[in-house]
């Protein structure tokens, strides 16, 4: 189902009443109805937080050129990745444990996923299992994987995946070991759940949320249940992510591999070169290094040292359309988003997850017919002011040519 710009504006939102019409909207109201720690756990990142702001900060200082007097009445967002066509530009992006911010939020973001016709990744450490949300998202869902706990646990996720149907595997490659969070070390949150006196009354004070969720069951990394009494340790090094790993898991699996968490040029020119499919760059949304640069400023350059049909995914500091759309102009070629739809879904559920995407979807509609654009495709460093730009793209500003996005 293509949507066309004109469309997306005038489309009826079928009864569904929310207050969320921006990220911030949604990050306000998951704040006021989410537990503590549980909020803090979706918005927490390392050290002092300051990577997480820049993320987002960055994307402020992004300007982009109008131009006007063009036809741009019938736009499309459809978007060819890996062979497949999408209706959007972007996706959501693997997250641990999002039955936290509401209980049924595996199954919201896969059938919502399925619907609309993007890709939603299910993370190793994620609420829901394998089977589970493949059956919800059928073949728009992505598997992560985290090598973990031993290389024989995590090879036995790869091929759950295989044998369930998942064809596109990203590889996180960024958490050799979990960073500290001082937010939950605060609040007190460790998984396994454990309640003491101050989560008792952060859970009291938040009634709906507690009483839904202990209703369905106190959310846990379901994948690693088993009966030989082995558990999920969210603190266990993830270091056997290695290159030789690597080399090991592109022999096994067939399908579509992606390598996330990528920030520098030379390790992306390596993960090329080891046979993935794709560079996943992103700095874990601010959640490992606190002194790392804004993953957007990191595209350019991963970019130029990448060539410009290899496919590149982004993640990290994206709230709106119009970011979505200068993270393409910067040279990825799809994006993906994560706590603006974890907040959403924590503020309103289901419907404030289709408010959220709907807000994304205007926004990054209106910003192409302000650009004069009607396809993805013709989103290039052209779009971006001058200031921003490097000189080669100021260089090529009156040819014709548009960079080529892979298929």
């Avoid at 063009?70 to 999002?98: I, N, Q, W």
């Avoid at 960024?174 to 605060?186: A, N």
């Avoid at 496919?311 to 993270?327: H, I, N």
């Amino acid at each position: 189902m293509e949507r066309e710009g004109r469309g997306i504006s005038e489309r009826p939102r079928k009864g569904l009443r929310t207050r969320i019409f921006d990220a911030g909207d949604a990050r306000a109201l998951a704040q006021r109805r989410l537990p503590r720690l549980v909020f803090d756990f979706i918005e927490g990142a390392a050290g002092r937080e300051t990577a997480a702001q820049r993320n987002c900060r960055r994307f402020d200082d992004i300007l982009m050129q109008p131009k006007v007097m063009l036809d741009v009445g019938e736009r499309s967002l459809k978007t060819e990745l890996f062979g497949h066509s999408y209706d959007l530009p972007f996706g959501v992006a693997p997250m641990g444990m999002c039955a936290l911010s509401c209980p049924r939020a595996d199954r919201f973001l896969g059938v919502t996923a399925r619907q609309r016709n993007i890709p939603v990744c299910l993370s190793s450490a994620g609420s829901s299992t394998i089977e589970e949300m493949f059956g919800w998202g059928d073949r728009n869902t992505w598997f992560q994987l985290y090598v973990s706990q031993s290389i024989e646990q995590s090879m036995a996720l790869v091929e759950r995946a295989r044998v369930t149907g998942y064809d596109t595997l990203i590889l996180t490659v960024d958490v050799p070991q979990v960073s500290r969070r001082t937010r939950d070390l605060r609040n007190g949150f460790v998984m396994p759940f454990v309640m003491g006196p101050r989560q008792f009354v952060d859970l009291a004070l938040h009634p709906r949320w507690s009483l839904e969720t202990l209703a369905r069951g106190i959310p846990r990394p379901k994948n690693f249940d088993a009966p030989n009494g082995v558990t999920f340790d969210r603190h266990a090094s993830r270091a056997g992510a290695n290159w030789s790993f690597l080399d090991h898991l592109r022999q096994v699996w067939k399908g579509t591999l992606i390598v996330k968490g990528i920030t520098s040029p030379s390790d992306a020119m390596r993960v090329r070169a080891a046979g993935a499919d794709a560079v996943y760059v992103s700095n874990h949304g601010g959640r490992q290094l606190d002194s790392v640069p804004a993953s957007v400023d990191l595209l350019p350059p991963i970019r130029a040292a990448v060539g410009p049909s290899f496919p590149l995914l982004f993640d990290s500091g994206v709230r709106s359309g119009e970011d979505v759309l200068k993270a393409l102009a910067l040279g990825a070629d799809f994006v993906m988003m994560g706590r603006p739809f974890l907040h959403a879904l924590g503020a309103e559920g289901r419907e404030g997850l289709e408010a959220m995407i709907d807000a994304v979807i205007e926004d990054l509609s209106t910003g192409m017919a302000q650009l004069g654009l009607t396809k993805i495709s013709e989103i290039s460093e052209q779009c971006l002011w001058r200031g921003n730009r490097p000189n080669q793209a100021i260089a090529e500003e009156n040819t014709p040519h548009l960079k080529a996005r892979s298929a």
